[in-house]
T-cell receptor
């Protein structure tokens, strides 16, 4: 069966510090991978999606970046965090047979 | 591109009553319409979905209807219970590709 792992669950980082969030998927090959951000009490904002290794599409210009070094690994990064980067970050995957399945999320607080 | 609107933004019902959430979409090429439930602090989880070749789908107390001509689809929850309280997101897109999410509906079931 397919599973998605996302870590860490919570993170408190100072302004200006770097960020690395990781997501891995098991039980499927060549999935589409996504990073979403959700501000408190708000909707789902698509940040990045990837249809294959090294293929990244950005939906929102910002100081975040994403990489897909392996088929089932998706990484969200920042060189210098801003206060506005605080939020609930969700990784998700989909393929031809399944709709979106979300990871458990990372709650990031930038202080 | 696709645009999804969702109404109402908040909904309060008495326990045992029915709840209806409506979404409209703009892209007639969309053929897959999932609904997600997000409890406080948790990931969105798929609760029901419908494809464009089906007009209605039911799963116990939850049903979804689709009107492709009018480009709208609705979530119906009958005999609501306190555990139905959550934020509900509709989405539209094509299976295995990006979805566009609605802004969400906060449902409160009052005991």
């Amino acid at each position: 069966s397919q599973t998605i792992h996302q870590w860490p669950a919570t993170l408190v980082q100072p302004v200006g510090s770097p960020l690395s969030l990781e997501c891995t998927v098991e039980g499927t090959s060549n999935p589409n991978l996504y990073w979403y951000r959700q501000a408190a009490g708000r909707g789902l904002q698509l940040l990045f999606y990837s249809v294959g290794i090294g293929q990244i599409s950005s939906e929102v210009p910002q100081n975040l970046s994403a990489s897909r070094p392996q088929d089932r690994q998706f990484i969200l990064s920042s060189k210098k965090l801003l206060l506005s980067d605080s939020g609930f970050y969700l990784c998700a995957w989909s393929d031809r047979d399944y709709g979106y399945t979300f990871g458990s999320g990372t709650r990031l607080t930038v202080v | 591109g696709e645009n999804v609107e969702q109404h109402p933004s908040t909904l309060s019902v008495q326990e045992g009553d029915s709840a209806v959430i409506k979404c409209t979409y703009s892209d007639s090429a969309s053929n897959y319409f999932p609904w997600y439930k997000q409890e406080l602090g948790k990931r969105p989880q798929l609760i029901i979905d419908i494809r464009s070749n089906v007009g209605e789908k039911k799963d116990q107390r939850i049903a979804v209807t689709l009107n492709k001509t009018a480009k709208h689809f609705s979530l119906h929850i009958t005999e609501t219970q306190p555990e139905d309280s959550a934020v509900y997101f509709c989405a539209a897109g094509n299976y295995g590709q990006n979805f566009v999410f609605g802004p969400g509906t906060r449902l409160s079931v009052l005991p």
